[in-house]
C-alpha cells in the first residue's frame, strides 16, 4: 500500500479539504464491516484500523514485547479487496537499541502463499523469499541501525519508527529497510507536536511529527504519532489516502483536541432531535459581563469542529485568535461525525445551516453572551451555509466569508477542475474530454437523470444530499436574503477558490438594496488554508513549514483594508516599520554569521537611500549619466583591487547567481563562435554541444546558472576536490583529456563551507592547452585579492577568462549587489546586448550599462558600490577582509579548545566548520541539538550544512561591526551548547 512514487490527488468535491480528511470523517464515512485479524498469541497486542481512500480496508493486531536481547514486534492482520492481504504472522526483532536482527513474514496476497525471512549481521542483509512454489535469496548491504518495514500492505514495522522518534530531535533521518524490494531508503523526523485525543473512556497524550520518507523515485510526506511509552497510536500518508489508527481512537466517538486553551469549555448544542459537540473558546480574561460571539462553518470534506486540513486546524486557530480579540467563539463537530450526534448520509446545506442557527440560539441564551452582537464565520463551502442561516435567521447581526465561493457549486467545482487539468501534462482533446465527463456528472446529479449510467465509485461520491445540495448551491440567490454587514476574506494564493470570487461576491453585495456595505479583504501570499505559502496549490500543503491559520495574526499584518483615501506618508513607513519588526532577521548585526552574509557600510546604505530618492533607471546612459559614470568608475576601482586585466569589462547585477549566469553566457558566445555558430539569433537547437567541467564542490548557483543557459545538471562532468574541497588539477587534466569540442572549465573561489581556493595556475594550465574557456565563481573568495597577506589564495586567477563576485558579501554594499568581469567584453557585451528602435544610445558615451547585464530596466546598484568603496578606499578593503580572517581563526582556536568541539577545515579565509563530537552517541544529533540550542539563545546566528556526509555549524565571518568580543561572546555560547547537548556540567 506505501507505494513508491506518490500518485496526484485531488478531489473535485472539496479540493483542499480532500488532501488530507481528518480520521473522524474517514471513520464515518466507512460503515463496512472491517476484517478481522487473527488471533495473535503474544502478551499486549492493541488492534489497529487500516483506512484506505477513506474507507476501513482491514486490520492489524500488533505486540511490542521486551525480551532477554531486546525487543520483538509481532502481529497479524487482515486486509479486504483491492489489497486482499493476510498476515498469519509478521515478527520482525530488535536488539536493546534498536538495531535489527530479523524479521519473519507468513501470509498471503490475493490468495498467494507469501514468506519472507530476513537475519541482519551488521551491514548485511541476508533474505529468502518465497512466492506461491518460487524462492529467491538475495543479499544486501544495510545501515547497522536500519528499521525494517513491510511496505505493502501492514504496519506493524512503524512502532520501531515510533520507538526511536520519541527521543530523535528534529531533522534526524532514520535509515529503513524496505522488506519486499529489498530497498534502502531513509525517513527524516520533523519536529515533535503534542497532541491530545479524546476517546469515550480517557484523554490520550499523544506526540505528532512528520516523517518524510525518501524513497526510489522521490519522496512521500507521512505523519506518525506515538503514545508516552513510545507506542505507536496512528500512521498517516495523506497524499495516498492512508490511514492507520489504533482501536480505542479510530472510534467514531473519539477525536483529536487538535488545538485548546485554558479555558475552553466542552458545549453541548440542541439541534433537531439530536446533539452537537462543540468547544466554546473564551478571552483569557474579560471585565466586559457580556461579550459578542461568533460561531464558526466549515467546509465540506472533513467535519472535525477545528477544520483540520493538512495539518492546518483552520477553524480552532480561527477561533483562538478571535478569542484572544474579545469574542466568545464556538465550533462544533458536524452532524454525524467526530463526537456530534445525528445523522451525515442525508444531510444538506440547508440541514447543516440549521445547525448553525442552533448555534447561535444556543449562544443567544447565555448569560455571557451580547445578544446583539451575534456573527457566523464561514470558511469555503462554510460560507455558503453561512449565508443560508443568515437568510433565515433574525439572531445573525454579521456575516464573514472566508475563502468562499462567488459562483454556483458546479462552476466551482469545473474551475477546480480546469486549474487541475491546466497542471497535467495531457492533450486539449484529453482535457476537454474530462471536462465533458465532468458535466455529464453534474447534470446527472442536478437532474437525477443518468445517475444509473454513471460508473459505480463515482456514483458513490456524487449520490448524496451534501454533494447535490453543493453543487445547486448559488451564491448569488442568497445574497439577496442577507442584510447584513459582510466581510470576504480571501487569500491571494488560494487555487480552490480563486481570488476573483471575493470581488464576485462584493459585486453581489452592493446589488442589495438598503444594505450595509461588504468589505473585502484579500491577503498577500496565503493560501486557501490561510496559511502563507509559496504556490497555493494542494501538492505543497505537505510541505507547508509554517502552519499558523490565525485570522488575527492575518489581519494585524495586513492592518485592515485599503484606506480609502491617501495617507501621510510618514504614518504609512511608520506603521510598515512597526508591523514588520517582528518579521525581520537581523543580518547586518555584528553576531550574524550565516550565509556568508556582510552587514551593509553607512556610507553605501546612506548612498542606496539617496539613490531610490534619485530612483534612477540604470539602463541606458541617456536615462542616468551619472548612474552610468558612477559604475563605470566603480567598475575601474574594482577591477584594480581584486588584480584583474585592466580591459575586463564589467557588469553590475542581483548576485553571485546573475554574474555566473552573465559570465557563462559570454562563454558561450564565445565558443561557439569559434566553432563558426551565432547562439544568439540561431539558439541551443542546432548548436554544437557545450562541454562544462566542474569541481566535486561546485556551488549550486553555478549549476543554476548553467540550466538558465540550456545546460543541465546531468551534463555537467565533475572532476574530484580534496579532503578542503579544491579541485585536484590532476584530474581535471584527466577529464580534458578525455573530451573534445567547446569547454568551459569552472573553477571556485572560497569554498562556501571551508574558504578553500582551487589551485588556479595549475587549472589554467589544463584549460590552456585545451582552449577552454576558464569561469571563477568567487562570490566572496575572490576579495582575498585585496589583501597583501591573502594574495597568495588566487595566484593566478587573473589568467581567466571570467569571474563572478558580490558586493553584498565583503564589500558590505547593501542587498542586491553582484558583479561579473570577463576578460573578453566583445563576447561579454554581444550575450547581453539587445537593439530596439526606443532604446536611445548616447552618442558621446560608448558603454551603456545594460550591454553587460540581463536586465534592461534596474535600479543604479552602483552608487552603493561607489561609495562602499570610497569610503573604505584601498587600505579599508584591505582591513576589512584581513581583519574578517582574523576573527575567523580566533573563532577556530576558541571552539578548539572545548573536547567535545571538532573543527573541520583549514581556516584559511573567513570559513569555519565545527561538529559536535560526545564521548557516546550520535555527533550528526548532538551538532544539530547544539546549532538548535545556540539559535535559541540568540548570542549569535549561524546555520547548518553537511560536510562529506557530516552535520556542522558553519560560521562565516563577512560583517564590518564584527569585533573580538563578539566572537568571544558567540564562541562561549557555541561551547554552552555543545556543553548542554553532550551532558557536561555548563
Known sequence: ?????????????????????????????????????????????TTFTIFYNGRALGSEQIAVNRVAD?????????????????????????????????????????????????????????????????????????????????????????????????????????????EGPMTMFRGRIGAAADEQIQTVARRVAAHRATLTLTVPGGSVDAVIWWDDAGRLVRFSVPGQQIEVAREDIAAVSSRTVRISRANDEAVTIPSNGFTLAGTLSRPASSTVPRLPAVVLAGGSGGGDRDGFVAGVPILGQIAGALADAGFIVIRYDKRGMGQSGGRAEAATLADYADDLRAAVKFLEARKDVDPKRLAVV?????????????????????????????????????????????????????????????????????????????????????????????????????????????????????????????????????????APPAEV??????????????????????????????LGDIRAALGGPLPPHPLDASEVVADLAAAAEPGLVTTSGPRYFGFVTGGALPAAVAAEWVAAAWDQNAGLFVMSPTAAVAEEIAGQWLIDLLRLPRHASVGFVT?????????????????????????????????????????????????????????????????????QGRMRPEALADTLDRLSGPTIVCAQAGNVNTGAFDPFDEVADAARRHGAWLHVDGAFGLWAACSESLR???????????????????????????????????????????????????????????????????????????????????????????????????????????????????????????????????????????????????????????????????????????????????????VRAARQVVGVRV
Not at 10 to 22: E, T
Not at 687 to 709: D, F, Q, Y
Not at 797 to 807: G, Q, Y
Not at 922 to 935: E, G, K, N, S, Y
Open 792 to 974: 597568495h589564495l588566487v595566484g593566478g586567477v587573473e589568467r581567466a577568462d571570467s569571474w563572478a563576485t558580490d558586493a553584498h558579501k565583503w564589500l558590505n554594499a547593501p542587498y542586491d549587489s553582484g558583479l561579473v568581469f570577463t576578460s573578453h567584453p566583445e563576447a561579454h557585451r554581444a550575450a547581453m546586448s539587445v537593439e530596439a528602435a526606443y532604446l536611445v544610445r548616447s552618442a558621446d558615451e560608448p558603454r551603456e550599462p545594460m550591454d553587460w547585464v540581463p536586465e534592461s530596466s534596474r535600479r543604479a546598484r552602483g552608487f552603493a558600490v561607489y561609495a562602499a568603496l570610497r569610503a573604505l578606499g584601498r587600505s579599508g578593503v584591505e582591513d576589512l577582509v584581513d581583519r574578517c580572517c582574523r576573527l575567523a581563526a580566533r573563532f577556530a582556536e576558541l571552539l578548539r579548545q572545548e573536547p567535545s568541539m571538532q573543527v573541520l577545515n583549514d581556516v584559511v579565509l573567513n570559513q569555519v566548520l565545527v561538529r559536535v563530537v560526545p564521548a557516546t552517541g550520535d555527533p550528526d544529533a548532538a551538532t544539530r541539538d547544539a546549532l538548535r540550542l545556540v539559535q535559541e539563545e540568540r548570542v549569535c546566528w549561524l546555520g547548518g550544512t553537511r560536510w562529506h556526509g557530516m552535520e556542522a555549524m558553519r560560521i562565516s565571518v563577512s560583517n564590518w561591526s564584527t569585533t573580538e568580543e563578539d566572537v568571544d561572546r558567540s564562541a562561549d555560547s557555541i
Open 655 to 723: 548576485g553571485a547567481h546573475m554574474a555566473n549566469f552573465t559570465a557563462l553566457a559570454a562563454a558561450r558566445h564565445e565558443l561557439l563562435r569559434r566553432a563558426g555558430y551565432d547562439v544568439e539569433a540561431d539558439g541551443l537547437q542546432a548548436a554544437p554541444r557545450l562541454n562544462v567541467v566542474v569541481g566535486a564542490e561546485v556551488h549550486v548557483s553555478v549549476i543554476g546558472a548553467l540550466r538558465l543557459l540550456g545546460i543541465g545538471s546531468s551534463q555537467v562532468v565533475r572532476v574530484e576536490a580534496d579532503g
Open 521 to 550: 479583504v484579500k491577503v498577500p501570499g496565503v493560501n486557501h488554508l490561510l496559511a502563507t505559502a509559496a504556490t497555493g496549490e494542494v501538492d505543497e500543503y505537505a510541505a507547508l513549514k509554517d502552519k499558523t491559520a490565525t
Open 378 to 514: 464561514g470558511h469555503g463551502e462554510g460560507g455558503i451555509v453561512a449565508l443560508i442561516a443568515a437568510s433565515k435567521e433574525k439572531r445573525i447581526d454579521a456575516v464573514a466569508l472566508v475563502a468562499t465561493p462567488g459562483v454556483t457549486g458546479a462552476d466551482l467545482m469545473l474551475a477546480q477542475q480546469r486549474h487541475l487539468l491546466d497542471r497535467m501534462k495531457i492533450t486539449p482533446e484529453e482535457r476537454q474530454a474530462k471536462i465533458d465527463a465532468q458535466k455529464k456528472i453534474h447534470d446527472a446529479v442536478l437532474s437525477g437523470k443518468g445517475l444509473d449510467a454513471l460508473p459505480a465509485d463515482v456514483r458513490r461520491t456524487v449520490d448524496n444530499a451534501e454533494f447535490q445540495s453543493l453543487l445547486a448551491s448559488d451564491p448569488a440567490k442568497l445574497m439577496k436574503a442577507v442584510s447584513l454587514p459582510l466581510l470576504i476574506l480571501q487569500g491571494e494564493l488560494d487555487t480552490q477558490v480563486e481570488p476573483k470570487n471575493a470581488d464576485l461576491l462584493a459585486e453581489m453585495a452592493a446589488r442589495r438594496k438598503k
Open 1 to 45: 500500500m506505501l507505494c513508491w512514487s506518490m500518485p496526484s490527488f485531488h478531489s473535485i468535491r472539496a479540493g483542499a479539504a480532500a488532501a488530507a480528511l481528518a480520521l473522524s470523517a474517514a471513520h464515518a464515512a466507512s460503515a463496512q464491516i472491517v476484517p478481522a485479524p487473527p488471533p495473535l498469541p503474544e502478551a499486549n497486542g
Open 70 to 178: 531486546g525487543w520483538v514486534i509481532s502481529s497479524s492482520g487482515r486486509l479486504a479487496a483491492p489489497i486482499d492481504a493476510l498476515a498469519r504472522r509478521l515478527q520482525i526483532r530488535y536488539t536493546a537499541d534498536w538495531h535489527p536482527i530479523s524479521f519473519d513474514f507468513d501470509g498471503t496476497l490475493r490468495g498467494q502463499l507469501q514468506t519472507m525471512h530476513t537475519t541482519v549481521e551488521g551491514t548485511t542483509a541476508k533474505s529468502d523469499l518465497t512466492i506461491g512454489t518460487e524462492t529467491t535469496q538475495r543479499t544486501n548491504t544495510i545501515d547497522p541501525a536500519s528499521l525494517l518495514i513491510l511496505t505493502n500492505s501492514f504496519f506493524a514495522g512503524y512502532e520501531a519508527v515510533a520507538a526511536r522518534a520519541r527521543t530523535a530531535p528534529a531533522g534526524t533521518d532514520i535509515p529503513i529497510f524496505a
